[in-house]
């Protein structure tokens, strides 16, 4: 993952074009677990709607774009008068200054709570290959560094508990790829790109190890963190070559002759049986091992009828950046609205700064959206998607367990609450009772030229309507 902004330490600049590489599309095909208790999680993840995922690293002390500025490629940009090698050196050198005295995962966990969400995806490692966690196979962490006394030095085990404490569905993210690994870019050459920096053909024996790395690093997470059900891996183009396709070459990054296949099947038959139906999610790569999709930063155009999730940032950054604008309450709960109703769930990212904690104004906009949530989350928890699932400006969902059907009417920043909605399609059964979620008002009804007509109260004012009625079939 990657965001839209610059930074300008050590006279090193990064920008991101409008066609950024390292956006994750949604793979366009999918294929459905058969493993029962697979299948089972995967079936309570659907339920759950709403999540967060929280990005936070080395990259959170000078409050950067999240791990990318290591790399070169095309759309990347620097100072005329940097040098690479130095920038590499500062970067990693980060680590001496990271110290999260704050560290505060319960602060975060509330307010996720707060908020109406039901799972985490917290980053153990992003690309830079600084761990979050208390792994043995490396010193790059946060328990080596001026935190390593903190009786939280583990971050993501104190993370994991305080979520898993409010009740939440908990992911692990993994990077695929390790920047930082000698294994994965061998410092015997250049880095050019995202890709590791050799031919795993002539070198088999660096990759075994690097496979072993990768391999033993999942273990534990999977072994020594609690209960897990997610593993969400990131960095796509590590992957067999042979899926690599005209999906992943249409991101216009490079990809080298040579398969990067870290055997993900190995891997997964490890972590389901540390974790008995864990969901594997290893993005864009199709097949047994991606077991619902990402489509990130954007909402898919249209309805898909198998499990998947938009990853969205609540700012514009994954990670904290100083002066960071972020989208209102009313935009995100419109969002989760069109998502949730194409059969969808969201993943709204958020940073905490180098001191451990998040911004007032992450928590703000957070206990905003939970106020529209604790109204109207029965219209979006426990909720499948509607063969009509749109008309007009007004979305559907139906319950799961009931013929219970719900119409959400977004009301945009800037506009008022309309007075009267109408919609075809989804038309209420004869003597049911629409009722106002918000308030629990029953509502004036009725249809014309086969158009339900409904008369909103004068005094509601909200973020979006939800209303509650049972279809006529």
């Given at each position: 993952?990657?965001?839209f902004?610059f930074?300008?330490?050590?006279l090193?600049?990064?920008?991101?074009s409008?066609?950024?590489?390292?956006?994750?599309?949604?793979?366009?095909?999918?294929e459905?677990?058969?493993?029962?208790q697979?299948k089972?999680?995967?079936?309570?993840?659907?339920?759950?709607?709403f999540?967060?995922?929280?990005?936070w690293?080395?990259?959170a002390?000078?409050?950067?774009?999240?791990s990318?500025?290591?790399?070169?490629?095309?759309?990347?940009t620097?100072?005329?008068?940097s040098?690479?090698?130095?920038?590499?050196?500062?970067?990693?050198g980060?680590?001496k200054?990271?110290?999260?005295?704050?560290?505060?995962?319960?602060?975060?966990?509330k307010?996720?709570?707060?908020?109406g969400?039901?799972?985490?995806?917290?980053?153990?490692?992003?690309?830079d290959?600084?761990c979050?966690?208390?792994?043995?196979?490396?010193?790059?962490?946060?328990?080596?560094?001026p935190?390593?006394?903190?009786?939280?030095?583990?971050?993501?085990?104190?993370?994991?508990?305080?979520f898993?404490?409010?009740?939440?569905?908990?992911?692990?993210?993994?990077?695929?790829?390790?920047w930082?690994s000698?294994n994965?870019?061998?410092?015997?050459?250049?880095t050019?790109?995202?890709?590791?920096?050799y031919d795993?053909?002539?070198?088999?024996?660096?990759?075994?190890?690097?496979k072993?790395?990768?391999?033993?690093q999942?273990?534990?997470l999977?072994?020594?963190?609690?209960?897990m059900d997610?593993?969400?891996l990131?960095?796509?183009?590590?992957?067999?070559?042979e899926?690599?396709?005209?999906?992943?070459?249409?991101w216009?990054?490079?990809i080298?002759?040579?398969?990067?296949d870290?055997d993900?099947?190995?891997?997964?038959?490890?972590v389901?049986?540390?974790?008995?139906?864990?969901?594997?999610?290893?993005?864009?790569?199709?097949?047994?091992?991606?077991?619902?999709?990402?489509?990130?930063?954007r909402i898919?155009?249209?309805?898909?009828?198998?499990?998947?999730?938009?990853?969205?940032?609540?700012g514009?950054?994954?990670?904290?950046?100083?002066?960071?604008?972020?989208?209102?309450?009313?935009?995100?709960?419109?969002?989760?609205?069109?998502?949730?109703?194409?059969?969808?769930?969201l993943?709204?990212?958020?940073?905490p700064?180098?001191?451990?904690?998040?911004?007032?104004?992450?928590i703000?906009?957070?206990?905003?959206?939970?106020?529209?949530m604790?109204?109207?989350g029965?219209?979006?928890?426990?909720?499948?998607?509607?063969?009509?699932?749109?008309?007009?400006n007004?979305?559907?969902?139906?319950?799961?367990a009931?013929?219970?059907?719900?119409?959400?009417?977004?009301?945009?920043?800037?506009?008022?609450?309309?007075?009267?909605?109408?919609?075809?399609?989804?038309l209420?059964?004869?003597?049911t009772t629409?009722?106002l979620?918000?308030?629990?008002?029953?509502?004036?009804?009725?249809?014309?030229?086969?158009?339900?007509?409904?008369?909103?109260p004068?005094?509601?004012?909200?973020?979006?309507?939800?209303l509650?009625?049972?279809?006529?079939?």
């Open positions: 993952m990657k965001h902004l930074l300008t330490p050590l090193f600049t990064i920008f991101c409008a066609q950024q590489q390292g956006v994750h599309p949604s793979s366009t095909q999918y459905w677990p058969t493993d029962p697979v089972q999680k995967l079936d309570q993840w659907q339920d759950q709607k999540g967060m995922i929280i990005h690293g080395l990259y002390v000078p409050g950067i774009i999240e990318w500025s290591l790399c070169s490629e095309d759309w990347i620097r100072d005329s008068n040098y690479y090698g130095d920038y590499k050196k500062w970067y990693w980060l680590q200054d990271f110290n999260p005295v704050n560290f505060n995962p319960e602060q975060w966990a307010a996720a709570k707060t908020a969400m039901k799972y985490l995806v917290f980053t153990t490692k992003h690309h290959g600084f979050m966690f208390d792994t043995k196979e490396t010193d790059f962490k946060i328990t080596n560094g935190f390593k006394n903190h009786p939280k030095a583990n971050v993501a085990k104190y993370v994991f508990d305080a898993r404490k409010e009740g939440m569905m908990i992911g692990a993210y993994f990077s695929k790829p390790d930082h000698e994965y870019w061998w410092p015997v050459y250049e050019a790109n995202r890709n590791n920096n795993i053909r002539k070198f088999p024996w660096r990759w075994d190890k690097f072993q790395y990768t391999y033993n999942i273990s534990e999977m072994t020594d963190y609690g209960s997610i593993l969400w990131d960095g796509g183009w590590v992957r067999p070559k899926t690599v396709n005209a999906e992943v070459l249409s216009g990054a490079p080298p002759e040579w398969s990067q870290v993900i099947p190995k891997i997964a038959a490890m389901r049986k540390k974790q008995p139906g864990l969901l594997v999610v290893d993005r864009t790569v199709h097949g047994p091992y991606e077991n619902y999709q990402t489509p990130e930063q898919p155009d249209h309805k898909i009828d198998n499990p998947w999730e938009s990853c969205m940032t609540l514009g950054a994954w990670g904290y950046v100083p002066n960071e604008s972020f989208k209102s309450a009313p935009k995100v709960i419109a969002s989760l609205i069109e998502i949730v109703a194409k059969g969808g769930s993943l709204l990212g958020v940073g700064g180098a001191d451990g904690t998040l911004q007032q104004p992450i703000d906009r957070l206990t905003e959206i939970g106020s529209w604790d109204a109207n029965e219209a979006i928890y426990n909720t499948r998607a509607t063969d009509i699932y749109k008309d007009g007004v979305f559907f969902t139906r319950a799961k009931s013929k219970k059907m719900y119409a959400l009417i977004p009301v945009p920043d800037g506009t008022t609450l309309p007075t009267v909605v109408e919609w075809s399609g989804n209420p059964a004869k003597g629409i009722t979620l918000q308030t629990k008002q029953k509502l004036k009804w009725t249809i014309e030229n086969n158009k339900v007509i409904v008369q909103l004068k005094s509601v004012t909200t973020a979006a309507v939800a509650s009625f049972t279809p006529a079939n």
